[in-house]
Each structure stands twice: as C-alpha cells, then as structure tokens.
C-alpha cells in the first residue's frame, strides 16, 4: 500500500560498529527524549558509513532528531540507538540478522543494495519490524518502505544552476551530473534535474556518467576536472561519497577563479565545499530530508501505529527541498524557485520521474545513460 506523506501526514571481521556513548547491545530503559516509551533502533549502512557527507549522514541525523541529540553529543539514551557499517555486501545478511537476534525495535537499512538481504531476512522474521529508506519493493507486512520524490527536489536544483548560469550572463552554458550505481531512484536524481534546466535554457546542452560505486570519489573528481576543462559550467552529483570528488574539484578550480559550480545532494553541502574561509563551491543542494523519514517510523513505533507500507516524502511533505545557504544563490532567484516550488506542489508542473517519461518530453535528451530499472 503506497501513501503519500504530503497527504497522509497532515500530518564478524568485516563489519564495523560504530557506537557513541554505549554498548551496542540493545539495553532496557533507552528512552525516545519526550518521556514516551522506550524505542530501540539500529541503522545499519554501507561501507561509506555515516560520514559519507551525505544519505547515510542524513539518516543518523534524524535517529539522533528523534532521541533529542545531537552530531556531537550522542547521549545514546541507555544503548537506544547505534550504527553498524558493513564493508563489504557479504555483511549485509549477517548484520541484518544480528540486529534482529538483538531484537531492537526498528531495525532501519538504507540504501536499494540492502533490498535483497533485508528481503530475506524480514521473511524469516516477521515479528521483527524493519525500515528500509530509498526503496520500495521490499513488500513485507513488517517492513516500513520510505521513499521520496527526489526528481521534485532535482527539478529546483537545476532551474537554480540554469538560472545562475543566465544572471552570470554565460553563453551557452553545459551541465554536467554524476551519477552513482545506476538505478531507478538515481533516475530521479537525474531526470529531474535536467528538466529543471531546460525549463529555463531549453537548448542547454547535458552530460552524464555514472562511477558505478558509491565510494570512489577519486573517478568523480577526474570526471568533473574533465568536464570543467571542457565548459561544463555546474555539475550535480548523486553519487554518495563518491559525490565528494566533484566538490572537491570545484572547490580548487573556483579558488582558482574559475567560474564553475558544484550542486550538493541529499544535505546542505556548503560547508563541504568552503575555501577561502567563507566561499563555497556548493551553489546549492538537493535536500533529501531522510531525516523526515527516519524520525516519522521512529514515532509510528512509539505510538504503536507501524506497518509494512510504502510511504513518499515529496515536496508538499518537505521530504524534499533545495537549501539557500549559498549568498551566490540571488534572492531574485530563490524568489523564481519558490515560484516553481508552489507550481510543483499545486500540480501546474508536473516533473517527469523516469527516463521513459521524460524521453517523451520536447528537447529531452535521448542519450542519457539513466537507467529506470
């Protein structure tokens, strides 16, 4: 059963754990910080941890929202909460299957690479109850399926870098956007953000490539060093930690003095690209609020309303956003995005979330290598 929260809610050598503040073990008397009843959780990630600056990051945030803490001040509430990485995919069984043996009361995994081993897990288990975020064929009674409509948040950043493009005057401007492993939720990422710029330069000229990894920010960075040199004036990366790469070359070709731009996802990523003390190299990010997400199943445990459901944090939810930290980032354009904002949720624009989709739309490019499935 698939619900829109903008309208429902008007509402083990190979794995790493990382604890703050307490054992990792599940522990009586972990508390939710508002004197509810106790709910324990684990979030369980990829290799790229919770320092990835990005997905995984955002959905500790919000455990920690939900618990009352804070990035640097973990209180861990009696062992209520804690992250397990996995570095390598042969974990993901293994970790799943601990965290349920431990028998905490949500059990959250992050990413689609974590569907088939939760798939398996949560089959055996169905006492257990289970979130995974960013995927929605995992179709368990148990299992809490989050989703969002990221090609709504893509649709903004990319009418923003077409608009920054046209006040800074330049011709013909090229957009670039990296990519991570292929899949139906980065085709969000992508689409969207394509059609955000031809909305505002309908002859705009688009690249794309993929690194097929999450973790190698090394590819990203030499992808866009290439793309700079060769015009591309902002690049839009939904990689992970890979996404790092392009913020780190756009950061030493703007301290250069080059005129190039690089789009943050999933947090606000304008501190990751400061230089000079004060710049950023981020224009502005795709805000994927997991945060939203991670404390709404959070509260469905505590209030004894979870089910097994697919639930989609859109724009009229703020599952999505753009962030306007950036002072390059002109009130005049805020103000047209905040236009194009209101025209999304009220339905005049309606943002194309697949390839297949948006191939069908006037100028789309034919050549992308998004894939929908």
């Not at 043996?101 to 990413?111: F, N, Q, R």
């Not at 002859?203 to 999450?214: H, Q």
């Not at 060769?230 to 003095?257: D, L, P």
């Amino acid at each position: 059963m698939k619900k829109t929260v903008g309208r429902m809610v008007l509402a083990a050598a190979a794995a790493v754990f990382l604890v703050f503040g307490g054992a990792c073990k599940k522990q009586q008397g972990g508390d939710s910080g508002s004197g509810g009843p106790a709910v324990t959780v684990r979030l369980l990630t990829d290799a790229t941890g919770i320092d990835d600056k990005s997905f995984n990051a955002a959905a500790w945030r919000g455990i920690l929202e939900f618990y009352g803490d804070t990035w640097n001040n973990t209180k861990q509430r009696g062992g209520a909460y804690d992250v397990v990485t996995a570095q390598t995919q042969d974990m993901y069984i293994p970790n799943i299957r601990q965290a349920t043996d431990e028998a905490y009361d949500l059990i959250v995994t992050t990413g689609f690479t974590f569907a088939e081993a939760l798939s398996e897990v949560a089959a055996e288990n169905p006492g257990q109850k289970y979130m995974i975020v960013d995927v929605d064929g995992v179709e368990f009674p148990n299992v809490m399926q989050a989703v969002y409509a990221e090609h709504e948040g893509s649709y903004l950043v990319g009418a923003a870098a077409a608009l920054k493009a046209q006040a800074d005057g330049i011709q013909n401007p090229r957009f670039g956007f990296i990519g991570g492993v292929p899949s139906a939720t980065i085709t969000k990422f992508e689409v969207g953000y394509v059609q955000g710029i031809l909305a505002v330069l309908p002859n705009a000229e688009i690249v794309d490539y993929y690194v097929n990894s999450w973790g190698e920010p090394g590819l990203a960075k030499t992808q866009a060093k290439n793309w700079y040199d060769a015009g591309v004036y902002a690049i839009y990366s939904a990689a992970g930690g890979s996404g790092n790469g392009t913020i780190a070359q756009a950061k030493e070709y703007r301290a250069a003095g080059r005129d190039v731009w690089a789009i943050g996802v999933d947090l606000d990523q304008f501190e990751e690209g400061l230089y000079n003390d004060s710049d950023s190299a981020v224009l502005c990010s795709m805000l994927k609020m997991v945060e939203t997400s991670l404390v709404y199943g959070l509260n469905s445990v505590k209030n004894n309303t979870f089910r097994g459901e697919v639930i989609t944090f859109d724009l009229k939810a703020d599952g999505v956003g753009y962030s306007t930290t950036n002072p390059a980032l002109s009130g005049d354009i805020i103000s047209r995005l905040e236009e194009i904002k209101e025209q999304i949720i009220n339905g005049q624009i309606r943002v194309a979330a697949t390839n297949a989709e948006a191939k069908g739309l006037p100028g789309f490019p034919q050549n992308l290598k998004a894939l929908d499935n």
